[in-house]
């Protein structure tokens, strides 16, 4: 099956998930629009940014190969697909990539080897997530793990447009069999080089499009976590530890942060919702697809995954999404490990 597929029979979901991306910043709409009233103070601000953040340098280190081999069993497959947050921009060491730390994890947990291929790009745009997924189709993926949307945002590729690019690279994954783990768009408004109000639009588009991505990939049979600014009070409090030194990308500590937040829904994935012993997640219940992917902007480290209730994938709002929340976020602590963490079982509807 190709990358690209029509969205003829899709165009009630991009209409939904455009509906959400304007109802996902809430609070935000009219105080933006008062202060971003000036159209060339935006522009002079872009221009700021711009030269303040550097432009990329050394490439990422390489992250590819086995984690794990120590363990039996046939390895486990997984591609990393995305722009700079995915490939690891701004750590210098393999083990500090977002790669090796997701498969390292994984590892641990499931006792198994994990094989790792990273086709994530520096720079890249929803739109080159075509090439990247055909590259990883090739590696024959038990599950894809994709970061993409912060170049969409400061590019301004129109939401609509970057949203089927990431919808078609899951439903060709899935479409090969592979489980699919989307982080969404991180806040950019936690960018410190980014001053208001050119911060507060940039917090506004950045929750715009998480919240439609997700209404995209759950729609496309894939899962969503949300990274929005990852641990909030920790990145403002600490931006010289959490950042890296371009002040714009996670820096080593940043990324674990963000591979404890994906690590627990990777193995649900692989897993499809099997119980693992005693939950330490907070399970908030089910939801419509829309009304999940609005709050799961609002709170980072929320995942949302498709579900049904009584039998039925829809309901008279749209199709139906579990929402879990993960313990550590929100209030500055510090990310359990890996081993402590466990899925929870799907809950009932409240």
Known sequence: MGVVDSVVSERPRWQRARRVAR???IGTGASVAAAAATTGVLF???RQARRTIPMAEAPPPRCDGVYGAKFPGTPITVVVLGDSSAAGYGV???RETPGALLATGLSRRLRRPVRLHRFAVVGAISAGLRFQVEAALECDPDVAVILIGANDVTNRTPPALAIRHLAEGVRALRAAGAEVVVGTCPDLGAIRPIQPPLRWLARRWSRQLAAAQTVAVVSAGGWTVSLGDLLGPRFDAEPGRMFAWDRFHP????YAAAAAA???TVVSAL???AERGP??????????LPKAAQEAAQHPGTEVSGTQVRGRESGPAGRWAQLRRRGFFGGGATPQPASAIDSPAVEGLR
């Open 279 to 288: 939950s330490r997640i907070r399970p908030e219940g089910v939801r419509s």
């Open 271 to 273: 897993s499809q919702g």
């Open 262 to 264: 994906l690590l627990p």
């Open 23 to 25: 109802l996902a910043a």
């Open 44 to 46: 002079g601000q872009a």
């Open 251 to 254: 820096s080593a500590e940043g």
């Open 92 to 94: 210098h060491r393999r």
